[in-house]
């Protein structure tokens, strides 16, 4: 049994697409981000109140970047600004094109909803910020007060752990990705000076080069990086902030699974390197495992790391200093700057996130609901209060001095407010009944079904009870040897659930396993004399013995009609069974073998028991409150 294994169980047979592709490695990169951009700040907060002399020094040192007579000339806080986070920019782009083609928002229907969660929790606190700040000079700086950091937000989410729904990760980061794009927005429009149209005409010039080129199916990366570098130097100097460029960028690349055919290819053109290990086989054979993956999974995992573990730490060091004293502090609290970034996100984040989202549902006669249930709505409200990247450079635009002081200020304690209260509603919600606490976190909406070919208990092959309400599929392969690791899961997972019906679908990967295919057809032959359980089984049992005499020896094992089974064997009798299989794979989008489908989930990441209980309890769960705990129809 693997309930004693120290690490979980991630491998995948090749045609595997998890890593960052799967929005649970993004939102684990954010968790662990959130920890050093909290390092960070405290370290600029330190360093500015134990040597002011020298950080201003450090980050007003001017760089200079010159071809010719041109060139381009910025402190160093401006080239993390402006430079540095145009990757962070890409990041988000990417995140949000990646949920576009493959994640939540692939249903169109889901997109109404976040959309209008984040333009209502951006639209309630600049008003609120406005209000404090009515007449006064200072109402220029209603930008600071409306976007929520995504790593911050994510990575306190993660903290709470299981006090909340993983769906609501999804919710708060697809508010999160509108919320950076209309704050770029903001700042391309009401926060850039010196408007100059030639440099401004030729970067969206070249962007649109940038979509043509996409278009081509060009997936060089030095051209878009030319291009994107040439958009860039032409915003810096057009005067509108050049960190859009990397937003527009990410939101060209399409995200798509890896094809079987393309991931055929690659397999071969390595075998052929292996035979034969030339320079020229190798350079092909890293092509053809490159182009497998969609230009969007390229790019997240090159950039992503860089930027939640280095980029966005050091936009932190290098803006969050604030020389703190008592005379800053007392002004700081009664500031309108402070006070109206306080409120605007403590307060009116969750009205904006939370009112929004009740008055789609109701308006739409609950057609468009949150995926998750109110008390998670209310958890997300607060959480999306913590603002810290796009509020503290917008900050840097529109104050400086004492009035930039009073803003970071502002920000630094919207962020300690949002997690208390965001703690509390945790706590609030842990302490409700079971049925209670259930709904609260779940809600009621239908989750986004996965498994395009839905289970047919007149066709599949089911074990356990045809009333479960839970019913989890495997796509699997014979030989895989991660599948005869997760095949110990299963049965455990099987013992500890009785409400849980499971299925198996054939998934030979003929490219890598020659011997798969036979023992499918082989499981599917001895189906027809009544014992395809069994043939499993034995075929998990015995992995190294797939070959013909073999496969006739498991037969004779289980007293089954050897002629018989020899005949339906050679004339290929289970071949359109396992094909048909291998169809509602490809329909699914499954590239990789062992695969989970949970109620018609995909089920992302570990498939140790651990992690298959927890997805097996929450889709019951769920199941419960949508069904009142019927059968998982449909799955």
Known sequence: MFRGFSTPLTGRTERDRSGVSSPWAYIRTETGSAAVLLAATVAALAWVNIAPGSYATVWDTRLSVELGAHGIDMDLREWVNSGLMTLFFLVVGLEARREFDMGELRDRRRIPLPLLAGLSGMAVPVVIYLAVNSGRPSGHGWGAAMSTDTAFALGMLALLGSRFPRRLHTFILTVAVVDDFLALAVIAVAYSEHLSWTPLLIGVGVLVVAALVRRTGTRRGPVYALLGVVAWVAFVNSGVDPVVVGLIMGLMSYAYPASRDALERASGLFRSFREQPTPELEREARQGIASALSPNDRLQRLYHPWSSYAIVPLFALANAGIEINGSLLSDAFTSPITLGILLGYGVGKPIGVIGASVLATRLSGGRMRPPVGWGAVAGGG??????????????????????????????????????????????????????????????????????????????????????????VVEYGDFECPYCGQAEEVVRELLADFGDVRYVWRHLPLTDVHPHAQLAAEAAEVAGLQGAFWEMRDRLFEHQDRLQVKDLLAHAEHLSLDVGAFREALRGRKGAPRVERDVESADLSGVSGTPTFFINGRRHHGAYDIENLSAAVVAARDRAVLIDGAGPGEGY
């Open 382 to 471: 607060t959480i999306a209060g913590i603002g810290f990247t796009v509020s503290l450079l917008i900050a840097t635009l529109a104050f400086d001095g004492r009035q930039l002081d009073e803003a970071k200020i502002g920000v630094l304690s919207a962020v300690v407010f949002a997690m208390l209260a965001t703690s509390t509603v945790a706590l609030v919600i842990a302490r409700m009944p079971k049925e209670r606490k259930a709904k609260a976190l779940l809600g009621t909406a239908e989750a986004v079904v996965d498994l395009a070919e839905p289970v047919d208990p007149e066709r599949d092959h089911v074990r356990g009870p045809l009333d479960a309400p839970v019913t």
